[in-house]
């Protein structure tokens, strides 16, 4: 049996029989000890809560008998498939739909990369093709070759081991100088650090002029006097007198300097400059130097240029019809890259 309790209203027996309500009750419990021998008769109607046992349908049809354990009719079966196939078909609806709208997104994304490809194919036709330099620190060095002869010798009123070089023209007197360094290679590919030690004139009929013109016939010497530069190695050679070196003096030189080869410079009205590369984008900018000393196919750089910076070397497509300028992006190739190109466009 089910009770809608209320405190107000609550009745209860006692174990006397006697009837009490819970307001009458001052205990801060209320006694329950016979709450199961309540009277029916002494409740009214209105709080006594009885269970609906009968379901949502038939309450809606009027019905008052239990449906919970009947069988469907074939009607309602029929119904409950149409509904499940309502729903399967539904389901099948958007998923089909969800394909579709995939395959537009992939076709969709395949044609936008299609489209940048041929963009960037034609963009990057039409850049310039160069050769790059990265710039390098180091020591750009004039120098002063001319075969020379072994001879003993007394420079400066000491007898030394020194080494007759002949100059060739005023410029090489005015920038060599007694100090220089120098290098010696003898007959045997083998090279000894050296330094200018002497700078005598000798005249045409001395023994020692004599013996240099047999050994250094590509020399001319004059009929009068002569101009002897003589090297001292810095260790013993160990060679005969007569025999032929090779002697390379410096005569200027820029160390610790960042230097490029000379074809990564041009020079307009308002100095010299180079093309210089960004190393991620390829961006051309143009970068005004202040040049040194340009010797041996290098010229140092005094400013203007750092260590590891990329500049143009050459370029390899057509410059009328790809020019340099400022801003504009460039391809880079090798120069086994660009021989083999200039070999194809020969060949062809």
Not at 9 to 37: A, R, V
Not at 72 to 95: D, F, I, M, Y
Not at 174 to 196: H, P
Not at 247 to 274: A, L, M, N, R, W
Request: aromatic fraction near 4%.
């Amino acid at each position: 049996m089910y009770y809608n309790i209320k405190k107000e209203l609550l009745l209860y027996t006692t174990e006397s029989g006697e009837i009490m309500d819970d307001d009458k009750n001052k205990n801060s419990l209320p006694d329950i000890s016979g709450i199961f021998d309540v009277d029916d008769s002494r409740i009214p109607e209105h709080l006594i809560n009885r269970p609906d046992l009968t379901s949502k349908r038939e309450r809606d049809s009027g019905e008052g008998v239990l449906l919970e354990n009947r069988q469907p009719t074939k009607a309602e079966q029929l119904k409950k498939q149409q509904r499940v196939r309502r729903r399967g078909n539904a389901a099948k609806k958007r998923r089909l739909h969800r394909k579709r709208i995939n395959t537009a997104l992939i076709v969709l994304a395949a044609v936008i990369v299609l489209a940048l490809g041929i963009k960037a194919a034609v963009a990057n036709s039409k850049k310039p093709t160069v050769e790059i330099y990265t710039v390098t620190v180091g020591a750009v060095q004039q120098l002063y070759d001319s075969p020379g002869s072994v001879v003993t010798a007394a420079a400066a009123g000491s007898p030394i081991l020194t080494y007759a070089v002949i100059p060739e023209n005023s410029y090489d007197l005015m920038n060599i100088a007694v100090g220089n360094k120098a290098m010696i290679t003898s007959s045997a590919g083998v090279q000894f650090e050296a330094k200018v030690a002497a700078i005598e004139n000798e005249s045409a009929d001395t023994e020692l002029t004599s013996e240099l013109k047999e050994v250094l016939p590509e020399k001319e010497f004059s009929a009068s006097a002569n101009i002897l530069i003589y090297v001292k190695p810095d260790a013993p050679m160990n060679a005969a007198d007569g025999e032929k070196v090779s002697v390379s003096i410096i005569t200027d030189e820029c160390t610790d300097t960042p230097f490029v080869p000379d074809e990564c410079i041009i020079t307009d009205k308002d100095g010299s400059y180079v093309w210089a590369v960004n190393r991620f984008t390829k961006v051309l900018s143009k970068k005004y130097i202040t040049t040194a000393l340009s010797a041996g196919g290098n010229t140092a750089v005094l400013g203007g240029l750092k260590k590891n910076e990329r500049v143009v070397s050459k370029t390899v497509s057509d410059p009328a019809q790809f020019p340099l300028t400022e801003g504009k992006k460039v391809k880079i190739t090798t120069a086994a890259d660009s021989e083999k190109q200039t070999t194809e466009e020969q060949t062809a």
